[in-house]
């Protein structure tokens, strides 16, 4: 089907008759000029006349099926991207005659984008086929940085939406197009070439001053990187000597690059015809990263790409070598010796393991930037599409986290971002008649806190209803009723499987499903969410999450024969009660009262069905955990003491156990279990923990 095929089912009733096809550019032109982007049938008619207009001669016919895809593209858009589509199509067919008029007079130096595509689509044509001499460690490399470029480029991409005269900014986003094309050249990867080359004319455009930084702009440079990222993962699909697939809709992004000739004509026409050219403002040159006469860095901080499986591997040894260490120095030999230069030797071994660990570990941390700047296009385009506008600031995107969760946060962040959009945030209009700002604002932040990374989420929208979402968890058969429930207990209802307050189904958001999703993933990685809201001022989401998965830092506690290993971070105050301190509450089991807080008693050993532990409370010690405003006491024998551990995946026959993180081996050699404090936390809540 074709692109003005496919626009037909934007026009709701059904298209009028359309005009005669268009026989010459001025014929066309006369059917551009009485458009309005209020009838979009009017315009759905101009676009399939503009099709059809078979009996041109060829290059006129080119201008013609240009204009129309431009009309297409836009008419399931807003009014003010219809009108901007006409205007458009309507410098396409001034240009068009421009060129008509022109002749030959034109050096042959000067090649216009059209040619350009013609040539990528030429050069392009035979490259489907990754080089059978393609050498995959460039590859890989190429990939890897390839994809940096564009990162740094959508950033840039969004910063000049706001700042069209950004000139850095610029010069970023060109550069790597101009970086890209011309190593996939060198690589012999042509289509990309190709690509990279109309993109890059695109943006050099726009340095030059022939056209402006528009909307349309850059939502066709965010395409243009976006179909870039696919084809590099075309690559990656691909073996040498095989065949690479060509994404979706490249051949038309291709198109509508090649269309910018003709804007570029049109603007200098009309920049041209009421006064003479004005100078052209310097551009910075494309090898400048920093302003004119602005001292350069003396130095840069060298660096070294290493594959990923090798500092793994790295880890996991320097986590053995803490072990063994840990073993040694607890071994009764060097412990009842009373030899103290070997005991001051392996403090001093001990001293350097630390250190490599915490050197290791700090090799796998990277920062959050790439992650929340992908936030920024994801909440932009989710507007863009829900009609409102929203602004997103950043806050602390050099915070660093463990590689191996960036991953698993990158889901939980693309659904609160898009129901941040779609739920809290107000349309234009709603938010004028609440006397607020016409944009809407999010806030994402980053920090380290208490041995933890937060990240935090908030909008100023509307808030969580709390009514609406006690109403639904009654439909739903979640709860019985709100008594005794706290706000936060409630907000938490959302995180409920196919729970959703939404009473409209879009394309963003409101099936009920993502959020059950972003709990589980935050809850594997042993971090926990909370949720603040007030009516009409906007919600904050607050997610705790451990620096690393590797490495623990954990108290050793005793119960009866067995080890166990209490996260420190959950840790408040350990204390012997006395017998009056305890008391048992019908439906809630036992309790403990401390400093006139009242709170559940967890017994680890009836918990996990260990024998010879100590019965007696007034006789152990209750490990005083917390998870965000919920409290419970842990009984225990003994504290055996504090140390990091190396956490480490359980077997298939402990999966799905209640209130099990993973495992770790001791300095003894013995295995003991680390605590899941939040799962605890739950079946405390519930009172099924002490039974």
């Known amino acids: 089907m074709t692109a003005v095929g496919d626009a037909a089912h934007a026009v709701a009733d059904g298209p009028r008759r359309p005009p005669h096809a268009p026989e010459t550019l001025d014929d066309a032109a006369t059917l551009l000029i009485p458009l309005d982007p209020h009838d979009r049938r009017a315009v759905w008619n101009v676009c399939k006349a503009l099709e059809e207009a078979t009996a041109a001669d060829g290059s006129t016919a080119v201008v013609f099926r240009a204009a129309a895809a431009v009309l297409a593209e836009a008419i399931q858009g807003t009014e003010a991207e219809l009108g901007a589509a006409i205007e458009s199509a309507g410098w396409l067919i001034g240009a068009g005659a421009a060129d008509a008029v022109g002749g030959d007079q034109r050096e042959p130096a000067d090649r216009s984008t059209r040619d350009k595509v013609h040539d990528a689509q030429e050069s392009g044509a035979g490259s489907d086929v990754l080089p059978a001499d393609a050498d995959l460690g460039l590859l890989n490399d190429f990939v890897s940085e390839s994809r940096d470029c564009l990162e740094s480029s959508e950033a840039a991409l969004l910063a000049l939406e706001h700042d069209p005269a950004n000139s850095e900014a610029i010069n970023t986003v060109f550069r790597a197009f101009h970086t890209i094309k011309g190593t996939s050249a060198f690589l012999g990867l042509g289509r990309i070439t190709a690509f990279a080359h109309c993109a890059e004319s695109l943006l050099s455009a726009v340095r030059e001053g022939k056209i402006p930084f528009t909307p349309a702009c850059a939502d066709l440079a965010l395409r243009a990187a ?39 004509e049109a603007v200098d026409r009309r920049a041209n015809s009421p006064a003479a050219p004005a100078a052209a403002e310097s551009v910075e040159p494309v090898g400048s990263a920093a302003p ?8 840069q901080e060298a660096s070294v790409r290493i594959r990923t499986d090798r500092l793994d591997r790295l880890i996991d040894m320097v986590g053995e070598l803490v072990i063994a260490q840990a073993m040694i120095s607890q071994d009764e030999t060097v412990v009842r010796s009373g030899r103290q230069e070997l005991s001051r030797k392996v403090v001093h071994a001990g001293k350097i393991v630390r250190e490599l660990q915490d050197l290791s570990m700090s090799m796998r941390m990277v920062p959050m930037r790439a992650s929340f700047q992908k936030m920024v296009r994801l909440s932009r385009d989710a507007a863009h599409r829900s009609g409102k506008h929203v602004e997103l600031a950043l806050e602390g995107e050099d915070t660093e986290i463990d590689r191996n969760m960036v991953d698993v946060i ?58 609406r979402i006690v109403r639904k968890a009654i439909e739903k058969a979640l709860i019985e009723s709100e008594k005794g429930m706290s706000d936060a207990d409630i907000f938490k209802l959302i995180f409920e499987p196919g729970f959703s307050t939404n009473e409209v189904v879009t394309d963003l958001s409101g099936r009920g499903v993502g959020m059950d999703v972003v709990r589980r993933n935050i809850e594997s990685i042993q971090g926990r969410i909370e949720i603040a809201s007030e009516p009409g001022r906007g919600t904050k989401f607050t997610f705790r999450l451990p620096l690393t998965l590797a490495i623990t830092d954990g108290m050793a506690v005793r119960v009866g024969r067995e080890r166990y290993i209490i996260p420190i971070i959950h840790i408040q105050i350990c204390f012997r009660p006395s017998a009056s301190d305890i008391s048992t509450i019908q439906g809630r089991g036992e309790m403990v009262m401390l400093r006139d807080m009242l709170m559940p008693m967890i017994r680890l050993h009836r918990f996990f069905d260990v024998g010879d532990a100590q019965p007696d409370p007034t006789e152990g010690l209750l490990v005083v955990l917390f998870a965000g ?17 190396v956490a480490k995946p359980l077997g298939a026959g402990m999966k799905g156990r209640r209130g099990i993180a ?12 680390i605590l899941d404090v939040p799962d605890l936390m739950i079946l405390a809540q519930r009172g099924t923990a002490s039974s």
């Not at 004119?292 to 130095?299: N, R, V």
């Not at 405003?629 to 551990?645: F, K, S, Y």
């Open 226 to 264: 976006d179909m870039l990222k696919s084809l590099l993962g075309a690559i990656q699909d691909a073996v040498p000597g095989g065949g690479m697939s060509v994404p979706v809709g490249y051949d038309s992004l291709l198109a509508a690059l090649g269309r910018l000739d003709a804007i570029e």
């Open 410 to 467: 990158a889901d939980p962040l693309v659904h609160m971002v898009r129901n941040a959009v779609d739920h809290g945030i107000e349309t234009p209009e709603a938010r004028a008649a609440a006397g607020k700002p016409a944009v809407g604002r999010l806030r994402l932040a980053a920090y380290h806190a208490g041995g933890n990374v937060v990240v935090e989420l908030h909008d100023d929208g509307k808030g969580l209803d709390r009514d």
């Open 662 to 673: 993973g495992g770790a081996i001791l300095g003894d050699g013995r295995v003991g279990l």
């Open 292 to 299: 004119s006469g602005a001292p350069q860095a003396a130095t």
């Open 629 to 645: 405003d919920h409290r419970c006491a842990l009984l225990v024998d003994e504290l055996l003491g504090q140390q990091q551990v």
